[in-house]
Each structure stands twice: as structure tokens, then as C-alpha cells.
């Protein structure tokens, strides 16, 4: 079945610093990988996909994830951490039949001033 | 704004009742999927609709059931409740559930069983 694992509840960063929130996913197959963001009370909103092509996908928000295929990860980026990027970070792979997302655990960022 | 309608956006009731639970789709998504967000469980996806029929399932109860009509919105009937099906309900929707496609998600509906 395809996965993605989490390893983070929660990570911490200093606003104006990078930040990496990580992801790793097990797949048959070719990985169609995403992530979301859910702010508090909200839906979770799209923030970028891999499906194939260059390893280092852009997405809002000034959000980038590198896909790196010999570590089986999909690690979401961003150069410079804003107090606003306080939120919840979801990793997902996409199922094999149907096409519904599987989603990891979930890794809550908080970003200080 | 998802442009993803779910309804009620708040749901209190008792143990062994009956809820429905409603989603409008985007205009012109075709596939709907049901989320169940609980803090020791996660994101589970529960169900997915295209254009009127089941096309996958997840990890949904007996007790739960769903269906897509023929205007597309979709509904999640949870019945004989538990306390443990306290949870944050999600709708989401996509064009046409194709691969790679990108889910819009509503804002959820928060049930509590008392």
C-alpha cells in the first residue's frame, strides 16, 4: 500500500530562517506525492505535487519539496521562515486505484518571532 | 475559499443516533471524497464517489455509509454513533479523480457525541 511516514510531531524555527518539514514515503510504483497545509479551524489547502520531472517542485507560499528517489523522501522547504507558516503540514502519496490521498501523521510548524 | 461546501459546520449529538452529513463539490468536480480527521487516528480517508458511483473505499465503518447524487453534492450518513466517531469530517473534491489531480478540501464539519 502506499504510505508516507512523518517523523516530526513538531518542529520549531526562528522567523528568517530556513525550515524543513520531512517526509518519507513507501511506494509500488511511481510516487505521486503532495503536500498540504491546515491552518487552525480551516480545510487543508494545496501546496504543491510531484508527479514527475524536475526533483525540486515550487509551490505557494514560496514553499519547494525536493524529491530525492534514492532516499524515498519528499522533504517541504522554505528559505525563509515568516510567523504567518505557523500551521499544521500534511504529507500525502497518491493511492494506486482510486486516487485518493493517503495522508501521513501530520507536523506542526511553529515559527517564532 | 475551496469553493468545497460542507454543511453543518457544527454537529452535537448522543450515542446510538443517526446524522447526514453534506458536501457541495466545486462547480464542475466531478469526484468526492470523505476525510475523518481525529487526533489519535489521523487523516483517514473514508470514501470516494465519481459522477454518482463508488469508486473507493477506505477505512469506513458498516455503520457509516455515503452517496454522491445525481447534482453531485455528496452526503455521509454515520449512524448508531459512538463516542469514538467524535472526529472532524472532511469533504473534498477534484475534477475528475484522475492521478495527479489536486483535492480541495471544505472546511469540515466538527461532530461531537455526547
Known amino acids: 500500500a502506499q504510505s508516507v511516514a512523518q517523523p516530526e510531531d513538531q518542529v520549531n524555527v526562528a522567523e528568517g530562517n530556513p525550515l524543513t518539514v520531512k517526509c518519507t514515503y513507501s511506494?509500488?510504483?511511481?510516487?505521486?506525492l503532495f503536500w498540504y497545509v491546515q491552518y487552525p479551524n480551516r480545510g487543508l489547502q494545496f501546496l504543491l505535487k510531484y508527479i514527475t520531472g524536475d526533483n525540486l517542485v515550487k509551490g505557494s507560499y514560496g514553499f519547494e519539496a525536493e524529491f530525492n528517489k534514492s532516499q524515498t523522501s519528499f522533504h517541504l522547504k522554505k528559505p525563509s521562515a515568516l510567523v504567518s507558516d505557523s500551521a499544521l503540514y500534511f504529507c500525502a502519496v497518491m493511492q494506486d486505484s482510486g486516487y485518493a490521498l493517503n495522508f501521513g501523521k501530520g507536523t506542526s510548524l511553529l515559527v517564532t518571532p | 475559499d475551496s469553493g468545497v461546501t460542507q454543511t453543518p459546520k457544527h454537529l452535537i449529538t448522543a450515542t446510538g443516533q443517526r446524522v447526514t452529513l453534506r458536501c457541495s463539490p466545486r462547480?464542475?468536480?466531478?469526484?468526492v471524497y470523505w476525510y475523518q480527521q481525529s487526533l489519535d487516528q489521523g487523516l483517514q480517508f473514508l470514501i470516494q464517489?465519481?459522477?454518482?458511483?463508488?469508486?473507493a473505499k477506505g477505512n469506513i465503518l458498516e455503520r457509516f455509509s455515503a452517496q454522491q447524487f445525481p447534482d453531485l453534492h455528496s452526503e455521509l450518513n454515520l449512524s448508531s454513533l459512538e463516542l469514538g466517531d467524535s472526529a472532524l469530517y472532511f469533504c473534498?473534491?477534484?475534477?475528475?479523480?484522475?492521478?495527479?489531480?489536486?483535492?480541495?478540501f471544505g472546511s469540515g464539519t466538527q461532530l461531537s457525541v455526547l
Open positions: 473534498a473534491s477534484s475534477v475528475e479523480g484522475q492521478i495527479g489531480e489536486k483535492l480541495f
Open positions: 462547480s464542475g468536480d466531478l469526484s
Open positions: 464517489y465519481y459522477n454518482g458511483e463508488e469508486r
Open positions: 511506494v509500488s510504483g511511481n510516487p505521486y
